[in-house]
């Protein structure tokens, strides 16, 4: 129990060390810029508006660490779909076939990892809610600097409960030692908790920002991730109302798929919104994002670690003609469009299009790739997730009109004969939208819980080995268990 309240403090504390060191300077993107030479005590901390700032920027800045984007997601969210396979060497990382198999324990370190990532995500976010309103500054900022707060706990709660299901609901900072250790909240007020703060955060955040803000969280991020917040729920109404309200924003989707994931695109006008990575001359540190450099092509200079990677079964899941096939997966021994070309042999077939960076952008020195975003919410999702609310309400007339939007930028300026989709028989369209979002978000880490929330996981699963009843939903970490003196428990079947 003491290692546990012990660890807790650490944790309550991390923001104030981490934002006393974020170092801001004039360019767009400031909280990805660090300076280590700076430190100030947690107990100093909190006290002017540049305070807020940085605790803001070090919120955001931690999104790119590790276990928030490379190996513990890729176990989580994505391992567990049909469209991956673990890939690398065949001895490298075997543990991530316990996910894909349906056989991991609750000792596995990815597990604890991811569970870790998200409440210091939520941390940072607590930190700020706390602190923030008590420190005299510009009354429009500080709402704003709230408000994304809630947005960002909101997103790793969303992360945790489709993961876990029953998780601590932990929404204030611990006031005394009987707070350390919290019990496992049901889901359903985890959810509640969600919708709370996603509601509160778009009533504040504005639509749009400066290119000094690029990064933020805007009202459309707060009413893209309440739909889909409210899709796994199957409030279809509540869904059919957020992604209506987000149509009318603005966005569109990139005229070009392949290229909207290369990093000359960063921001562009169908991302709502994105983790903000960046190569920093200089300064190697900063530049930590390892999302590109696990999943990158194995065996090239400036490629990576070649894992999680396209299976056959997604390679096949394309319609004939559909060009999402070509912009998704890099084959072994293609040129891609920026000319790298991949070798003809290697351990591994396919490898995520999705998450590369053009070899010639490598720096040495740095993680490969650390320059690529990773999309969180984008436009597609918003009209899919439209389409597919329109049908489940019995307005499936009303569903072709998005959909079609998805496939008609899919079809354009590729010669390709991909048909629009024309059936309004509910069951039918529901399949046509399913896969839909299997080929327009393959290897975008949506597969493994679209299927579930779907319910669907032993028929597309069952294969592998997925369980009903069970592998809805993966084991609680036993490290956090045992840290927690007993508070928590084990889900069932683990």
């Not at 000792?107 to 870790?116: E, R, S």
């Not at 010639?360 to 990773?374: A, I, R, T, Y």
Request: net charge neutral.
């Amino acid at each position: 129990m003491k290692n546990s309240k012990k660890l807790f403090m650490q944790k309550a504390l991390i923001l104030g060390l981490i934002a006393s060191i974020i170092s801001f300077q004039s360019c767009k993107k400031s909280f990805l810029n660090v300076n280590p030479a700076q430190n100030t005590a947690a107990t100093l901390f909190f006290k002017t508006q540049d305070d807020a700032t940085k605790a803001v920027s070090a919120m955001y800045a931690n999104l790119r660490e590790y276990n928030n984007i490379a190996f513990p997601p890729i176990a989580v969210e994505s391992m567990g779909a049909d469209d991956v396979e673990k890939g690398s060497s065949a001895s490298d990382a075997t543990f991530f076939n316990d996910y894909h198999n349906f056989t991991v324990t609750a000792g596995d370190a990815q597990l604890g990892g991811f569970w870790k990532s998200q409440y210091q995500n939520i941390n940072f976010a607590n930190q700020i809610l706390t602190n923030v309103p008590n420190i005299t500054m510009d009354a429009v900022l500080k709402a704003r600097y709230l408000a994304e707060a809630k947005f960002i706990r909101a997103y790793s709660y969303f992360r945790l409960v489709r993961a876990f299901g029953d998780v601590p609901l932990r929404l204030t900072l611990p006031k005394d030692a009987s707070e350390y250790n919290l019990p496992r909240t049901s889901k359903a007020l985890v959810w509640a908790a969600i919708e709370t703060d996603l509601t509160d955060a778009a009533a504040v955040l504005p639509q749009t920002y400066s290119s000094t803000d690029i990064g933020h969280a805007s009202k459309g991020a707060a009413l893209t991730l309440h739909a889909k917040v409210a899709m796994y729920l199957k409030k279809w109404a509540d869904v059919l109302t957020y992604t209506n309200q987000v149509i009318g924003f603005g966005y569109s989707l990139f005229p070009d798929f392949e290229q909207m994931f290369r990093t000359t695109h960063k921001n562009n006008q169908e991302s709502i919104f994105e983790i903000q990575c960046e190569l920093i001359p200089n300064n190697p540190d900063a530049s930590n994002s390892q999302y590109s450099q696990v999943q990158g092509v194995r065996g090239s200079t400036g490629g990576g670690w070649g894992f999680n990677v396209p299976s056959a079964s997604l390679a096949a899941a394309f319609e004939t003609g559909d060009p999402r096939r070509d912009a998704t997966i890099i084959f072994r021994g293609e040129t891609t469009p920026e000319g790298d070309k991949i070798p003809a042999t290697g351990d591994n077939p396919m490898y995520n299009q999705k998450s590369y960076v053009p070899f010639s952008l490598f720096v040495s020195g740095f993680n490969e790739g650390c320059q690529q975003d990773k999309i969180v919410l984008r436009y597609a999702d918003v009209l899919l997730m439209n389409a597919e609310a329109n049908n489940e309400l019995g307005n499936s007339a009303a569903a072709l009109g998005p959909l079609e939007q998805v496939r008609a930028r899919a079809r354009a300026g590729n010669n390709s004969i991909l048909p629009a989709v024309t059936t309004t028989n509910q069951v039918a369209l529901r399949a046509a939208i399913y896969q839909e979002r299997r080929v327009e978000f393959a290897m975008e880490f949506e597969r493994y819980f679209d299927v579930i929330r779907q319910g669907r996981g032993t028929e597309v699963f069952g294969v592998r080995g997925f369980t009903a009843g069970k592998n809805e939903i993966w084991p609680v970490p036993q490290n956090e268990i045992d840290l927690s003196g007993g508070a928590l428990t084990q889900n069932p079947g683990y």
